[in-house]
């Protein structure tokens, strides 16, 4: 029996962390929904910019029908001769007057409001249309995504498989050895020596260690804990 087996099924068990950390990556990118959100949030502000400036307009249009209906008034009374008193009459000129300059004021805050609508129902639009390409483009990823999971799950059946397959080759002891150091510690817990060096830790191993651990005992890197495999 040899560290073999049990670095076999550590390569087994290295792509099974693997393809779950990238499932996990993925779920958390299927979970993430901030760009939609901040999308949302975007188009919220604008159309209710917008929602401000055409009560504005609204506001306006009403001004200005009153304004107007008080003219036509003013104007029935001058003409329709019933008022006759020179005094009043031009008491009612003035007025009138008055009432035509305030009208074009309300005109003028009418064109810069409606000015201003436009330019904020283009902003909204533009809104409008960026969270549609953002959920359109968030739909394709998450399709993805959920393709890429379907695809790792199904490399992880057949992992586990073989990871059970390979563990039944393993000596029990070592076994138990491998699934302690393999829970204190994340990633490789055995290492290959490669030209007298640890691939865990690219330090050198002496030549004392190397030759201990071609034999059945377990040798540890000095250096970094690992179990040594010496092929
Ligand atoms: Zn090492």
Redesign the pocket.
């Known amino acids: 029996m040899s560290i073999r087996e049990i670095f076999e099924l550590q390569q087994i068990d290295l792509l099974i962390d693997k393809a779950n950390a990238e499932i996990k990556q993925i779920d958390q990118k299927l979970a993430d929904n901030a760009v939609i959100s901040v999308a949302k949030a975007v188009l919220a502000k604008q159309q209710k910019a917008l929602d401000v400036l055409n009560a504005q307009r609204k506001d306006l249009d009403l001004q200005l029908d009153n304004l107007n209906k008080k003219i036509d008034e003013t104007k029935k009374q001058m003409y329709g001769g019933k008022v006759t008193s020179s005094k009043e009459l031009s008491s009612m000129e003035k007025n009138t007057g008055l009432l035509e300059e305030q009208k074009k004021q309300i005109e003028t805050q009418q064109l810069a409001v409606m000015e201003q609508v436009d330019k904020q129902q283009k902003a909204t639009n533009d809104a409008s249309q960026s969270l549609q390409d953002k959920e359109s483009a968030r739909g394709t990823d998450v399709t993805a995504y959920k393709d890429r999971i379907q695809q790792l799950n199904d490399e992880l059946k057949v992992l586990k498989a073989d990871r059970q397959a390979e563990a039944g080759e393993v000596d029990t002891t070592h076994l138990a050895l491998y699934e302690s150091l393999r829970k204190r510690r994340a990633g490789a817990v055995v290492?290959k020596v490669e030209r007298g060096l640890?691939?865990?830790?690219?330090?050198n191993?002496p030549a004392r260690d190397v030759s201990r651990a071609r034999g059945t005992d377990v040798v540890y890197?000095?250096?970094?804990?690992?179990i040594?495999f010496v092929t």
Do not use: E
Not at 198 to 203: A, V
Not at 221 to 226: D, I, T, Y
């Open positions: 290492s640890c691939t865990g830790c690219r330090l191993v890197c000095s250096s970094c804990g690992r040594l």
